[in-house]
């Protein structure tokens, strides 16, 4: 459940748009393919997607295996965990129950769980915008654990992980993504509505919506219905990996679906469905870094969206909607490590349908390069606003940004260097450094060592 917003285009390569989407779809869905057969190739997909414009699903595939060891591949109605998507429906949830005046989000936690530490000093608002300051308890959860965490714990025992660490900071007063808050929200919500979450979940959207394929227990699912999670999935090693028991993840990631089901999701939030005018905006509003309640609300080179992820070892989740274009991307993988995000592709898939340039992804092999070729590389390089330095730490190279942000490097070739989850290419040519991502190439020049 844990994920990263690394958005390479911080490094802002400009470019004009080419022909869309517009209102002929003819061409779209095959270079979509194309692209995600790429993808696949450099095992940086292995899922499905769902993309929709204008209320119509204009493609709608699968993409390698659902079980290895049956010899069973994916298709459109496999059943995915949607990982931290579910803090979309847990937000919608709270949402409701403020519409029903049974809560409010300036309400005090302390007033539904009174056992519950300082609870008096945190909001159920802060719980939902990541500004609670309390620990994340999955912090605390690694692959030493995966064995330990795949069977029911009491909820209390999830709580006692957390609830007597001290604040990161003091509630309000920050943001810090946080699986904790959300925890604490589910059981907020059975408090105030006398019934599980799960069952509020089922009788505020699922049915509504008519989401028939979605659930919380994944694990019991029979694997006939289910994707199963590799943390390594390519030519070479197929390891399966442990997945979360749902009364780990609970209200802040315990749900699975389809990539059909949720686009009724995704049709609910673009109709304004289940909730009033007034929540959606609430919801859409941000409060701190670019998260509203239950969503992130950015852009893409200019275009709005409303967005989240979700991502564990061998799974990870992407939902995004641009509101003014009506365009709804879905994508559901099992396959993946800490670190993997899915966001890279969703970015690929969104230039294709705004016109914008892309590449098609590469599989790269890395080669190993002595610390001596690595440091005629490093130094500080610009060009424009854009400034970055090239450092070696233990025989690894390292690309710095101007705000501290490091992303480790791996080398193709003597002159190569990449990104080994985003789809990025640094190449020394005559002196300079050709970065070269979104279909683009920029040159930036030595400038200091």
Known sequence: MRRTNI??????????????VGDDTTGVGEKIDQYLRSAMG??????????????????????GWKNVSSGTYNDTTTRFPILSITKSFTSIIVLKLQEQKKLSLKDPVSKYLPDFPNGDKITIEQLLTHTSGIHNYTDDISEEDSAL?????????????FNSKPFI??????????????????????????????????????????????????????????????????ASQQKRYTYLDSTVSYSAGAIYSTTGDMYKWA????????????????????KASDYGIGFRINNFFGKDYIKHEGGYPGFASGFIYYPKEDVTIILLRNSGNYGQDIWPVTMGISS?????PYDLWKNRQEVKLQDSQLREKSGKYAAGKVRLELRVKEHRPYMILSDGTEFPLLAESENILYLENFN????????ALIIHEHGKDQVLKKVGD
């Not at 965490?149 to 992980?161: E, K, L, N, S, T």
């Open 149 to 161: 965490i795949d069977h029911p714990v009491a909820y209390q025992r999830v709580v006692d992980i």
């Open 267 to 286: 049709l609910a939030i673009a109709n304004k469905g289940i909730l009033s005018s007034k929540s959606w905006k609430m919801a859409f509003t941000r």
């Open 169 to 234: 900071f003091e509630p309000g007063n920050g943001f810090s993504y946080n699986n904790s808050g959300y925890y604490l929200a589910g059981l907020i919500i059975e408090k105030v509505s006398g019934a599980s979450y799960w069952q509020n979940v089922r009788d505020l959207i699922f049915a509504p919506l008519g989401m028939n394929n979605s659930g919380f227990d994944f694990n019991h699912l029979p694997e006939n219905r289910r994707a199963i999670g590799y943390q390594f999935l390519n």
């Open 7 to 20: 958005v390479i285009a911080l490094l802002l390569i400009s470019f004009g748009s080419r022909a869309g």
């Open 352 to 356: 294709i349908i705004f016109g914008l």
């Open 42 to 63: 450099a095992y940086k997909f292995n899922g499905v997607a769902l993309v929709a414009f204008k209320g119509k699903i204009i493609f709608h595939q699968a993409y």
């Open 424 to 431: 990025t290419e640094l190449r020394f040519e005559g002196g």
